[in-house]
Protein backbone atom coordinates (compact mmCIF):
# COMPACT_ATOMS: atom_id res chain seq x y z
CA UNK A 1 0.00 0.00 0.00
CA UNK A 2 2.71 2.26 0.92
CA UNK A 3 5.17 1.46 -2.07
CA UNK A 4 1.27 1.78 -4.26
CA UNK A 5 1.35 5.57 -2.93
CA UNK A 6 5.26 6.77 -3.39
CA UNK A 7 4.13 5.32 -6.77
CA UNK A 8 0.77 7.65 -7.54
CA UNK A 9 3.24 10.18 -6.17
CA UNK A 10 5.90 9.66 -8.31
CA UNK A 11 3.75 9.36 -11.42
CA UNK A 12 2.16 12.72 -10.40
CA UNK A 13 5.27 14.65 -10.38
CA UNK A 14 6.44 12.80 -13.81
CA UNK A 15 2.33 14.16 -15.17
CA UNK A 16 3.41 17.29 -14.02
CA UNK A 17 6.99 17.58 -15.62
CA UNK A 18 5.22 16.40 -18.66
CA UNK A 19 2.47 19.01 -19.01
CA UNK A 20 5.29 21.84 -18.19
CA UNK A 21 7.95 20.65 -20.65
CA UNK A 22 4.73 19.82 -23.64
CA UNK A 23 3.04 23.43 -22.89
CA UNK A 24 6.66 25.11 -23.41
CA UNK A 25 6.72 23.22 -26.29
CA UNK A 26 3.92 23.83 -27.97
CA UNK A 27 3.25 27.27 -27.64
CA UNK A 28 6.93 28.15 -28.35
CA UNK A 29 6.20 25.89 -31.94
CA UNK A 30 3.09 26.95 -32.59
CA UNK A 31 3.79 30.78 -32.32
CA UNK A 32 7.26 30.81 -33.06
CA UNK A 33 5.89 29.56 -36.35
CA UNK A 34 3.02 31.93 -36.88
CA UNK A 35 5.39 34.42 -36.45
CA UNK A 36 7.28 32.89 -39.52
CA UNK A 37 5.15 32.78 -41.51
CA UNK A 38 3.79 36.68 -41.37
CA UNK A 39 7.16 37.59 -42.16
CA UNK A 40 7.58 35.39 -45.28
CA UNK A 41 3.99 37.38 -46.08
CA UNK A 42 5.83 40.44 -45.87
CA UNK A 43 8.80 39.25 -48.05
CA UNK A 44 5.82 38.05 -50.25
CA UNK A 45 4.23 41.86 -50.14
CA UNK A 46 7.07 43.39 -50.98
CA UNK A 47 7.77 41.92 -54.12
CA UNK A 48 3.94 41.89 -55.05
CA UNK A 49 1.93 45.05 -54.21
CA UNK A 50 -1.45 43.81 -54.94
CA UNK A 51 -3.38 41.73 -52.47
CA UNK A 52 -5.63 40.34 -55.33
CA UNK A 53 -3.22 37.30 -56.26
CA UNK A 54 -3.05 33.66 -56.00
CA UNK A 55 -0.02 33.74 -53.75
CA UNK A 56 -1.48 35.98 -50.94
CA UNK A 57 -4.74 33.81 -50.57
CA UNK A 58 -2.94 30.56 -50.70
CA UNK A 59 -0.14 31.98 -47.89
CA UNK A 60 -3.22 33.62 -45.71
CA UNK A 61 -5.31 30.31 -46.15
CA UNK A 62 -2.40 28.12 -44.81
CA UNK A 63 -2.13 30.58 -42.00
CA UNK A 64 -5.07 30.26 -41.20
CA UNK A 65 -5.77 26.30 -41.24
CA UNK A 66 -2.40 26.23 -39.45
CA UNK A 67 -3.46 28.58 -36.82
CA UNK A 68 -6.65 26.92 -36.01
CA UNK A 69 -4.51 23.50 -35.73
CA UNK A 70 -2.38 25.13 -33.16
CA UNK A 71 -5.25 26.74 -31.72
CA UNK A 72 -7.12 23.26 -31.40
CA UNK A 73 -4.09 22.00 -29.61
CA UNK A 74 -2.69 24.90 -27.59
CA UNK A 75 -6.59 24.81 -26.10
CA UNK A 76 -5.64 22.08 -23.92
CA UNK A 77 -2.91 23.97 -22.55
CA UNK A 78 -3.46 27.32 -22.22
CA UNK A 79 -6.67 29.75 -21.66
CA UNK A 80 -8.45 29.78 -24.78
CA UNK A 81 -9.32 33.45 -24.88
CA UNK A 82 -5.48 34.50 -24.27
CA UNK A 83 -4.99 33.28 -27.92
CA UNK A 84 -8.23 34.44 -29.56
CA UNK A 85 -7.24 37.79 -31.26
CA UNK A 86 -4.43 36.22 -33.63
CA UNK A 87 -7.15 33.99 -35.11
CA UNK A 88 -9.23 37.49 -35.18
CA UNK A 89 -6.16 39.41 -36.81
CA UNK A 90 -5.97 36.54 -39.28
CA UNK A 91 -10.13 36.80 -40.21
CA UNK A 92 -9.18 40.00 -40.52
CA UNK A 93 -5.79 39.96 -43.11
CA UNK A 94 -8.59 37.99 -45.41
CA UNK A 95 -11.12 40.39 -45.37
CA UNK A 96 -8.60 42.83 -46.79
CA UNK A 97 -8.27 41.49 -49.74
CA UNK A 98 -11.11 42.06 -51.49
CA UNK A 99 -10.82 45.26 -50.84
CA UNK A 100 -6.97 45.29 -51.60
CA UNK A 101 -6.44 47.12 -48.32
CA UNK A 102 -2.41 47.02 -48.12
CA UNK A 103 -1.83 49.39 -44.95
CA UNK A 104 -4.45 47.54 -42.96
CA UNK A 105 -3.23 43.77 -44.64
CA UNK A 106 -0.20 45.18 -42.76
CA UNK A 107 -1.38 46.62 -39.99
CA UNK A 108 -2.72 43.32 -39.22
CA UNK A 109 0.39 41.38 -39.77
CA UNK A 110 2.30 43.17 -37.38
CA UNK A 111 -0.18 42.83 -34.67
CA UNK A 112 0.45 39.28 -35.06
CA UNK A 113 3.89 38.97 -34.94
CA UNK A 114 3.76 41.60 -31.70
CA UNK A 115 0.98 39.17 -30.25
CA UNK A 116 2.94 36.30 -31.09
CA UNK A 117 6.12 37.98 -29.15
CA UNK A 118 4.10 39.12 -26.42
CA UNK A 119 2.26 35.68 -25.92
CA UNK A 120 5.92 34.05 -26.69
CA UNK A 121 6.87 35.89 -23.26
CA UNK A 122 3.79 36.03 -21.19
CA UNK A 123 3.30 32.30 -21.74
CA UNK A 124 6.78 31.00 -21.54
CA UNK A 125 8.41 29.89 -18.51
CA UNK A 126 10.44 32.78 -16.99
CA UNK A 127 11.31 34.62 -13.40
CA UNK A 128 9.36 37.92 -14.69
CA UNK A 129 6.16 35.14 -15.47
CA UNK A 130 6.62 33.40 -11.85
CA UNK A 131 6.84 36.65 -9.86
CA UNK B 1 -23.90 23.23 -21.23
CA UNK B 2 -22.73 19.41 -21.94
CA UNK B 3 -19.18 21.38 -21.45
CA UNK B 4 -19.67 21.94 -18.24
CA UNK B 5 -21.59 18.80 -16.58
CA UNK B 6 -18.30 16.99 -18.18
CA UNK B 7 -15.58 19.15 -17.08
CA UNK B 8 -17.89 19.05 -13.13
CA UNK B 9 -17.66 15.34 -13.33
CA UNK B 10 -13.72 15.46 -14.24
CA UNK B 11 -12.89 17.66 -11.45
CA UNK B 12 -14.91 16.27 -8.93
CA UNK B 13 -13.39 13.07 -9.63
CA UNK B 14 -10.05 14.45 -9.68
CA UNK B 15 -10.90 16.27 -6.50
CA UNK B 16 -12.01 12.92 -4.74
CA UNK B 17 -8.74 11.36 -5.38
CA UNK B 18 -6.54 13.91 -4.54
CA UNK B 19 -8.85 13.90 -0.90
CA UNK B 20 -8.26 10.15 -0.67
CA UNK B 21 -4.63 10.47 -1.45
CA UNK B 22 -4.36 12.75 1.01
CA UNK B 23 -5.86 10.67 3.59
CA UNK B 24 -8.58 10.28 5.90
CA UNK B 25 -6.85 12.77 8.62
CA UNK B 26 -7.60 15.61 5.75
CA UNK B 27 -11.52 15.20 6.80
CA UNK B 28 -11.17 15.38 10.37
CA UNK B 29 -8.28 17.07 12.25
CA UNK B 30 -6.85 19.58 10.08
CA UNK B 31 -3.47 20.63 10.36
CA UNK B 32 -2.97 24.50 9.68
CA UNK B 33 -1.25 23.37 6.24
CA UNK B 34 -4.17 21.08 5.50
CA UNK B 35 -6.78 23.64 6.39
CA UNK B 36 -4.97 26.22 4.25
CA UNK B 37 -4.88 23.48 0.98
CA UNK B 38 -8.20 22.64 1.89
CA UNK B 39 -9.46 25.79 1.41
CA UNK B 40 -7.09 26.54 -1.99
CA UNK B 41 -8.31 23.15 -3.38
CA UNK B 42 -11.94 24.50 -3.38
CA UNK B 43 -10.66 27.72 -4.76
CA UNK B 44 -8.87 25.75 -7.83
CA UNK B 45 -11.53 23.38 -8.46
CA UNK B 46 -14.20 25.88 -9.51
CA UNK B 47 -12.32 27.80 -11.84
CA UNK B 48 -12.02 25.35 -14.96
CA UNK B 49 -15.58 24.02 -13.79
CA UNK B 50 -17.26 27.73 -14.06
CA UNK B 51 -14.77 29.40 -17.08
CA UNK B 52 -15.30 27.12 -20.37
CA UNK B 53 -12.24 28.71 -21.84
CA UNK B 54 -9.69 27.84 -18.71
CA UNK B 55 -8.23 24.46 -20.08
CA UNK B 56 -8.92 21.81 -17.37
CA UNK B 57 -5.25 21.17 -17.24
CA UNK B 58 -5.21 24.84 -15.52
CA UNK B 59 -7.59 23.21 -12.59
CA UNK B 60 -5.61 19.38 -12.72
CA UNK B 61 -2.09 20.92 -12.48
CA UNK B 62 -2.56 23.11 -9.44
CA UNK B 63 -4.16 20.12 -7.74
CA UNK B 64 -1.74 17.90 -8.33
CA UNK B 65 1.43 20.24 -7.38
CA UNK B 66 -0.49 20.61 -4.00
CA UNK B 67 -1.01 17.48 -3.09
CA UNK B 68 3.27 16.73 -3.94
CA UNK B 69 3.37 19.66 -1.93
CA UNK B 70 1.34 18.37 0.90
CA UNK B 71 2.94 14.63 0.39
CA UNK B 72 6.51 16.15 0.98
CA UNK B 73 5.15 18.23 3.79
CA UNK B 74 3.59 15.23 5.63
CA UNK B 75 6.62 13.10 4.89
CA UNK B 76 9.04 15.97 6.57
CA UNK B 77 7.44 16.63 9.35
CA UNK B 78 6.71 12.99 10.38
CA UNK B 79 10.80 12.03 10.04
CA UNK B 80 11.44 15.75 11.81
CA UNK B 81 9.92 17.17 14.94
CA UNK B 82 11.18 20.65 14.53
CA UNK B 83 9.99 20.91 11.17
CA UNK B 84 6.55 19.70 12.20
CA UNK B 85 6.50 21.99 15.24
CA UNK B 86 6.93 24.72 12.55
CA UNK B 87 4.71 24.36 9.94
CA UNK B 88 2.01 22.42 12.64
CA UNK B 89 3.15 24.19 15.81
CA UNK B 90 3.03 22.50 19.30
CA UNK B 91 -0.26 21.78 21.97
CA UNK B 92 -0.20 24.67 24.30
CA UNK B 93 -1.86 24.34 28.20
CA UNK B 94 -4.26 26.57 28.52
CA UNK B 95 -5.61 25.50 32.17
CA UNK B 96 -3.54 24.46 34.72
CA UNK B 97 -3.92 23.52 37.92
CA UNK B 98 -3.00 27.61 39.18
CA UNK B 99 -6.08 28.26 36.85
CA UNK B 100 -5.81 30.01 33.26
CA UNK B 101 -2.40 30.72 31.38
CA UNK B 102 -3.48 34.22 30.14
CA UNK B 103 -0.39 34.61 28.78
CA UNK B 104 -0.95 31.20 26.43
CA UNK B 105 -4.44 32.53 25.45
CA UNK B 106 -3.10 35.54 24.67
CA UNK B 107 -0.59 33.72 22.51
CA UNK B 108 -3.03 31.58 20.76
CA UNK B 109 -5.21 34.58 20.38
CA UNK B 110 -8.00 32.88 22.61
CA UNK B 111 -11.22 34.84 24.12
CA UNK B 112 -12.46 33.14 27.65
CA UNK B 113 -15.75 32.54 25.53
CA UNK B 114 -13.84 30.79 23.09
CA UNK B 115 -12.27 28.58 26.11
CA UNK B 116 -15.48 28.11 27.92
CA UNK B 117 -17.20 27.49 24.42
CA UNK B 118 -14.12 24.46 23.47
CA UNK B 119 -14.39 23.52 27.40
CA UNK B 120 -18.07 23.29 27.56
CA UNK B 121 -18.09 20.66 23.66
CA UNK B 122 -15.86 18.39 25.69
CA UNK B 123 -18.59 18.22 28.66
CA UNK B 124 -16.97 20.46 31.54
CA UNK B 125 -18.99 23.16 32.24
CA UNK B 126 -17.06 24.56 35.43
CA UNK B 127 -13.39 25.41 35.51
CA UNK B 128 -12.85 23.83 38.51
CA UNK B 129 -13.32 20.69 37.72
CA UNK B 130 -10.51 21.19 34.94
CA UNK B 131 -7.11 20.05 36.03
CA UNK B 132 -4.92 20.27 32.43
CA UNK B 133 -6.83 21.58 28.93
CA UNK B 134 -4.36 21.57 26.39
CA UNK B 135 -5.10 23.13 22.49
CA UNK B 136 -3.92 21.00 20.20
CA UNK B 137 -2.36 21.76 17.03
CA UNK B 138 -5.51 20.94 14.88
CA UNK B 139 -7.61 23.84 17.05
CA UNK B 140 -9.42 21.37 19.45
CA UNK B 141 -8.91 21.67 23.42
CA UNK B 142 -8.36 17.94 24.98
CA UNK B 143 -9.39 18.25 29.13
CA UNK B 144 -8.28 16.44 31.86
CA UNK B 145 -10.45 16.62 34.88
CA UNK B 146 -9.24 16.77 38.44
CA UNK B 147 -9.41 13.23 39.72
CA UNK B 148 -12.59 14.08 42.23
CA UNK B 149 -14.30 15.06 38.68
CA UNK B 150 -13.10 12.27 36.96
CA UNK B 151 -15.85 10.41 35.60
CA UNK B 152 -16.24 6.66 37.47
CA UNK B 153 -14.66 3.48 35.44
CA UNK B 154 -15.68 0.05 35.61
CA UNK B 155 -11.72 -0.10 36.61
CA UNK B 156 -12.10 2.35 39.31
CA UNK B 157 -15.19 0.07 41.07
CA UNK B 158 -13.08 -3.57 40.74
CA UNK B 159 -16.16 -5.17 38.59
CA UNK B 160 -15.16 -8.19 36.50
CA UNK B 161 -16.72 -7.58 33.24
CA UNK B 162 -16.54 -9.17 30.22
CA UNK B 163 -15.31 -7.67 27.24
CA UNK B 164 -16.83 -6.48 24.43
CA UNK B 165 -16.49 -7.20 21.40
CA UNK B 166 -17.41 -5.50 17.47
CA UNK B 167 -20.29 -6.48 16.13
CA UNK B 168 -20.22 -7.60 12.48
CA UNK B 169 -22.66 -6.54 10.16
CA UNK B 170 -23.53 -9.56 8.38
CA UNK B 171 -26.84 -8.36 6.42
CA UNK B 172 -27.77 -4.62 5.95
CA UNK B 173 -30.98 -3.74 3.40
CA UNK B 174 -31.53 -7.60 2.38
CA UNK B 175 -27.81 -8.29 1.39
CA UNK B 176 -25.40 -10.35 2.84
CA UNK B 177 -21.96 -8.72 3.18
CA UNK B 178 -19.49 -11.86 1.93
CA UNK B 179 -16.65 -10.27 3.41
CA UNK B 180 -18.19 -10.17 6.99
CA UNK B 181 -20.06 -13.65 6.44
CA UNK B 182 -16.57 -15.17 5.48
CA UNK B 183 -14.80 -13.14 8.95
CA UNK B 184 -17.87 -14.80 11.04
CA UNK B 185 -17.06 -18.51 9.25
CA UNK B 186 -20.73 -18.27 8.18
CA UNK B 187 -22.63 -19.53 5.42
CA UNK B 188 -25.34 -17.92 3.35
CA UNK B 189 -27.98 -20.62 4.60
CA UNK B 190 -26.37 -20.27 7.84
CA UNK B 191 -27.30 -16.65 8.26
CA UNK B 192 -30.74 -17.28 6.99
CA UNK B 193 -31.15 -20.07 9.34
CA UNK B 194 -30.37 -17.99 12.06
CA UNK B 195 -32.87 -14.89 10.71
CA UNK B 196 -35.45 -17.40 10.32
CA UNK B 197 -35.07 -18.81 13.80
CA UNK B 198 -35.80 -15.61 15.61
CA UNK B 199 -37.53 -13.94 13.66
CA UNK B 200 -41.21 -13.05 13.92
CA UNK B 201 -42.03 -14.97 10.19
CA UNK B 202 -40.55 -18.36 9.62
CA UNK B 203 -41.17 -17.29 6.21
CA UNK B 204 -38.73 -14.42 6.36
CA UNK B 205 -36.18 -13.88 3.36
CA UNK B 206 -33.22 -11.81 3.67
CA UNK B 207 -35.25 -9.30 1.36
CA UNK B 208 -37.03 -8.23 4.71
CA UNK B 209 -33.78 -7.70 6.70
CA UNK B 210 -32.95 -3.92 7.28
CA UNK B 211 -30.47 -4.95 9.69
CA UNK B 212 -28.28 -8.28 11.34
CA UNK B 213 -25.25 -7.91 12.96
CA UNK B 214 -23.16 -10.71 15.65
CA UNK B 215 -20.36 -10.06 17.71
CA UNK B 216 -17.70 -12.97 18.85
CA UNK B 217 -19.58 -14.25 21.73
CA UNK B 218 -22.61 -14.72 19.44
CA UNK B 219 -24.54 -11.74 20.79
CA UNK B 220 -26.93 -11.10 17.64
CA UNK B 221 -29.34 -7.95 16.41
CA UNK B 222 -31.82 -8.57 14.46
CA UNK B 223 -34.23 -5.88 12.91
CA UNK B 224 -36.33 -6.53 10.19
CA UNK B 225 -37.67 -3.83 7.73
CA UNK B 226 -40.52 -1.74 8.86
CA UNK B 227 -40.44 -3.84 12.45
CA UNK B 228 -38.81 -3.59 15.15
CA UNK B 229 -35.58 -4.45 16.19
CA UNK B 230 -34.63 -7.67 19.02
CA UNK B 231 -31.51 -8.75 20.26
CA UNK B 232 -30.73 -12.92 20.71
CA UNK B 233 -27.51 -14.82 21.87
CA UNK B 234 -26.85 -17.43 19.57
CA UNK B 235 -23.63 -20.25 18.97
CA UNK B 236 -20.36 -18.63 19.45
CA UNK B 237 -18.47 -17.88 16.28
CA UNK B 238 -15.48 -19.72 15.99
CA UNK B 239 -13.75 -17.48 13.84
CA UNK B 240 -12.89 -13.76 13.95
Known amino acids: ?131 | MLTIIVRSILIYLIVLFVFRLMGKRQLGQMQPFELVLTLIIADLATIPMAEVSVPVLHGIAPLLTLVLLHFILTLISRNSQKFSKIISGKPVIIINPKGIDYTAMKKLNLSTDDLFAALRECGYFNIFEIQYAIMETNGKVSVMPKTQFAPVTNGDLKKKIENNYIPIILVSEGKIIKENAELAGLSNNEILQIIQKNSTKKTTKLKDVLLFTIDQVGKAFLQLKYQEGKSFQTKRLVKQ
Open chain 1, 1 to 131: MKIFHYINFLIMFLLLIGICVLEDFLVSKSLSDIQNRCYKIEKVLERKENLKNMEIILTIDNLEYTWLNYESEMCYMVNHKSIQEIGEEIARLKLYIPSNDINSFKVSLQVIKSYCHSYLHFMGANFHNIL
